[in-house]
């Protein structure tokens, strides 16, 4: 299989919501959806992770709202939606209130989450929303357990000392401040890669300093101590499990863990050289994935349909190679 490390994709441009609504969570915090394309059209449902925001999947909404329904939302703290309690059953009372608020009763969609959104996922295995609702998952640049652990932000060996430094940098409060050009090199390290582009970095500089501080801080608190392992066994709708294989923050290591353990593992896809913004840094090879899912699991509305159209899942390209799981 062809791999390759010159994919200079564009950053993806702000696109503009068809229409916004909220959807009440099981507390009563608000969470600011929007929904982009045709309303009658099959169903994307998009979730971001720590430390993003809905501007996080511009990309794939510039090039599937024409043919789909494309839902996005902010996770509390991020965007547009308040703070209110954390933990990851929150996270799956939060993304069963989402897929209630959008789809009719049984209407299915496809459900895709990068990072704390695929984490997001997991925690609603066996949810009855996400059982009526998801067709099938796309988890992207993600994690069930040992995130600090397995994370190689901070050079040497896994074990204490490391762990240790890499939990105290997630979790601190400290204000990011603007987007600088000395903070780049940084962010390019902690989350991109070598080969994403200056516009790319900036892009997810803007996104990820527009988060405040202490959401930031508490999420991570959460994420350090996560351990979805069983939900993932219980996770038994059909998955794709897609990694950049220069990621620091979620190593390969852990969709390798991830395919091995979901009941019905599509495939794992692993783009060469990319970091863990893979949304963003390798957004053609994420919309690639997303649309031969919906072609396959999601009803067509009719002949013309783009959900109509036979495809196989995954789809690979020439940065992309595929294990089995």
């Not at 703070?83 to 299915?108: F, K, N, W, Y």
């Not at 050009?181 to 300093?209: F, M, N, W, Y």
């Not at 353990?261 to 994420?286: F, I, K, S, W, Y």
């Not at 997303?290 to 109509?308: H, V, Y």
Request: aromatic fraction near 2%.
């Amino acid at each position: 299989m062809s791999r390759t490390r010159n994919h200079q994709a564009p950053a993806p441009a702000p696109a503009p919501a068809s229409r916004t609504t909220t959807a009440e969570s099981a507390d009563g915090t608000p969470l600011h959806i929007e929904l982009h394309g045709p309303g009658d059209a099959p169903a994307l449902v998009l979730s971001h992770g720590w430390t993003c925001s809905t501007r996080f999947w511009d990309a794939q909404i510039r090039a599937l709202s024409t043919d789909f329904r494309v839902v996005v939302y902010d996770q509390r703290g991020h965007g547009r939606t308040p703070m209110g309690r954390v933990s990851t059953g929150i996270l799956a009372d939060d993304l069963e209130a989402v897929l209630r608020a959008v789809l009719a009763p049984g209407e299915q969609a496809v459900v895709a989450g990068h990072s704390m959104g695929a984490m997001t996922v997991m925690a609603a295995a066996g949810r009855p929303a996400l059982t009526e609702h998801a067709a099938a998952l796309l988890l992207c640049s993600t994690a069930a357990s040992h995130l600090v652990e397995e994370c190689t932000v901070l050079p040497g060996r896994r074990g204490g000392p490391r762990t240790r430094a890499t939990r105290a940098i997630l979790r601190s409060p400290l204000p990011l401040g603007p987007v600088t050009p000395l903070g780049l090199p940084v962010l390019r390290r902690v989350a991109l890669s070598p080969a994403a582009t200056r516009a790319q970095v900036a892009a997810c500089a803007r996104i990820v300093h527009a988060c405040p501080r202490i959401p930031r801080a508490s999420w991570a608190q959460v994420l350090e101590t996560l351990d979805l392992t069983e939900s993932v066994r219980l996770l038994g709708l059909p998955a794709v499990v897609l990694v950049g294989s220069a990621d620091r923050l979620t190593p390969p290591v852990h969709s390798h863990r991830l395919a091995a353990n979901l009941p019905d593992c599509r495939g794992l896809v692993v783009l060469d050289g990319a970091g863990h913004m893979t949304p963003v840094e390798r957004p053609d090879a994420v919309t690639a994935q997303l649309r031969p899912l919906a072609a396959q699991f999601l009803s067509p509305g009719d002949p013309g349909s783009p959900a109509a159209a036979p495809a196989a899942a995954p789809v690979r390209d020439a940065g992309e190679k595929e294990t089995t799981a």
